[in-house]
């Protein structure tokens, strides 16, 4: 794909993000866009951001388990950037009938590293020894392809479907919780929605950090020490509106708490 036609659809996502207009799938236009096209459309829509004023503050990797997957018919996971304006603390209001086009929660474990992790190569040993901390998260994604018709093209050029993100008061070693068998549940408006655990999240969430680190290194990209890695849902998808509140606890790590304005 041109230069130029990658220039041309990031603005074009970057504009349904400040209008909360949602556009037509980039992949139903009858242009061929492989991943690697789709990447740098999202960088496109990234440098916009930057140069309005954003910074990075880590990445995440989405549509990671089953459930996430089939309820968007997407079956491999995609990849994007976490900026400043993007982050809420646990118990914020969050104004996302200001912010987002279609939001839909779902709850995931945070990473913090220590040390930068530069793929490909890198191991699960290594995504460990490089973490900080692991804490609880809702992440609100958001696409801006309408009615979330989506193919991995797609939301790979919409920053991975990124929207807004919460993270929880308590942080906890990743050594001291099994990140494998951990469990979650989450809860709306006082009544349990849905439960996972960190199996849900191919297979362990760390296999997800590991992912995320060698495909961006394939492009060149490092996950760095200080960043915020979101690592994926472990329960499926949930349609937010302006007066819900959800919180989300994690066996041995934590929780975290949102209010929807």
Same mark, same amino acid.
């Given at each position: 794909m041109e230069q130029s #036609?990658?220039?041309?659809?990031?603005? /074009?996502?970057?504009?349904a993000m400040l209008s909360r207009e949602a556009v037509e799938p980039l992949t139903s236009r009858g242009e061929d866009i492989s991943i690697d096209d789709a990447y740098h459309i999202s960088l496109r829509m990234l440098e916009r951001r930057l140069a309005d004023g954003a910074s990075i503050i880590g990445k995440k990797i989405g549509v990671t388990s089953k459930a996430v997957q089939n309820m968007l018919?997407?079956?491999?996971?995609d990849f994007g950037y976490l900026t400043d304006d993007m982050v809420f603390n646990s118990g914020e209001v969050m104004p996302i009938s200001d912010r987002l086009i279609a939001? #839909?929660? /779902? +709850? /995931?474990?945070?990473?913090?590293?220590?040390k930068d992790l530069i793929g490909p190569g890198i191991t699960n040993a290594d995504v460990l020894a490089a973490t900080e901390c692991v804490m609880p998260c809702f992440e609100i994604v958001d696409s801006r392809i309408r009615d979330?018709?989506?193919?991995?093209q797609d939301t790979v050029a919409d920053n991975a479907s990124c929207g807004l993100f919460v993270l929880g008061d308590q942080a906890v070693s990743p050594r001291k919780v099994d990140l494998v068998t951990c469990g979650m549940v989450v809860e709306k408006n006082g009544s349990v929605l849905s439960? +996972?655990?960190?199996a849900a999240a191919l297979g362990s969430p760390v296999n997800c950090v590991t992912w995320l680190a060698n495909t961006? +290194? /394939?492009f060149g990209i490092s996950l760095k020490a200080g960043e915020v890695i979101l690592s994926g849902s472990l329960v499926p998808l949930e349609p937010v509106k302006a007066g819900d509140y959800m919180r989300v606890d994690i066996g041995g790590i934590g929780s975290a708490s949102v209010r929807f304005a």
């Open positions: #036609r990658i220039q041309a659809l990031g603005d /074009e996502l970057y504009q018919n997407v079956h491999q996971p939001p #839909r929660a /779902e +709850g /995931e474990i945070a990473f913090i590293l220590k979330w018709k989506i193919a991995i439960a +996972g655990a960190g961006l +290194g /394939e």
